[in-house]
C-alpha cells in the first residue's frame, strides 16, 4: 500500500494489460523490430512492464518523480531492469509537444490520464479541457503502420461512448477499428456484483 492505502495500481485494468500482452506478442516480424511503445502518465509501471515483458521497447512517462521510482523498482523486482524502458519525469503534453517536432514515432500509445493533476513545475492537468488536444496530438505521433492507441479515464462524467468518440475524431484517417467499454472488479460468490471502475476506448489497426 501507499502512504495513502492505494494499492499503487488498478487491477481492473487487467483486462487492458491482457489485450496489450496481445498486441505486442502479434506485433509482425516482417516489421525487423520491436513494438516502439509510449505510455503516459504510466503511474507504477504495470502497463509498461507488461508490454516489456511482451517484447516491446517502453518510453514511459509521468510527472510524478515517486511514481517513476516505484515504476523502475517494480520493473527490477520483476526481472525486467533489463528490458528496453526509458523512464520519464515530465509533463505528458510537454513531453509529446516535443516528440512531435522531433519528428517521432511510436508503433502504440497508451494514455491513462488523472482527472486533475500537476506536472513536476506546476502544470496543470484537467482531463475534460486538456484530453481532446493531447489525444490528437498522440494521433500524430503514430507511425503510418501504427497498431493501436489506448485511452483510458477514471471520471464520473466520462463514458466510454464518449471516449470512443474522441477516438474516432482523432484516428479518422486511419481506417482500423475502435472498441470501447467500461472496466469492473466484481465481488466473489454466488451473488456477486461488479463494480464499474473506468471506460476505455481502444483504436487498432
Wanted: net charge neutral; aromatic share 10%; with cysteine.
Amino acid at each position: 500500500f501507499t502512504p495513502f492505502r492505494h494499492l499503487a495500481f488498478f487491477p481492473e485494468q487487467a483486462a487492458n494489460w491482457e489485450w496489450l500482452d496481445q498486441r505486442v506478442r502479434d506485433f509482425p516480424q516482417s516489421a525487423g523490430r520491436a513494438l516502439k511503445l509510449l505510455n503516459l502518465f504510466g503511474y507504477t509501471g504495470v502497463a509498461s512492464l507488461a508490454a516489456a515483458a511482451a517484447g516491446a521497447e517502453v518510453t514511459h512517462v509521468d510527472a510524478s518523480k515517486k511514481s517513476v521510482a516505484y515504476a523502475r523498482e517494480n520493473a527490477e523486482q520483476s526481472g525486467l531492469g533489463q528490458h528496453p524502458i526509458r523512464w520519464i519525469v515530465e509533463d505528458a503534453r510537454k513531453y509529446v509537444a516535443r516528440e512531435v517536432r522531433r519528428g517521432s514515432k511510436y508503433d502504440g500509445i497508451i494514455l491513462d490520464p488523472p482527472k486533475y493533476g500537476r506536472g513536476p513545475t506546476g502544470e496543470v492537468w484537467r482531463l475534460f479541457e486538456d484530453m481532446p488536444g493531447l489525444l490528437k496530438d498522440c494521433a500524430g505521433l503514430l507511425a503510418d503502420d501504427a497498431d493501436f492507441l489506448l485511452l483510458n479515464a477514471y471520471a464520473a462524467r466520462v463514458s466510454g461512448l464518449s471516449l470512443a468518440h474522441l477516438m474516432a475524431e482523432a484516428t479518422h484517417d486511419r481506417g482500423g477499428r475502435i472498441d470501447w467499454g467500461e472496466l469492473a472488479l466484481s465481488e466473489d460468490g454466488p451473488h456477486a456484483r461488479a463494480i464499474g471502475l473506468s471506460f476505455f476506448a481502444r483504436w487498432s489497426r
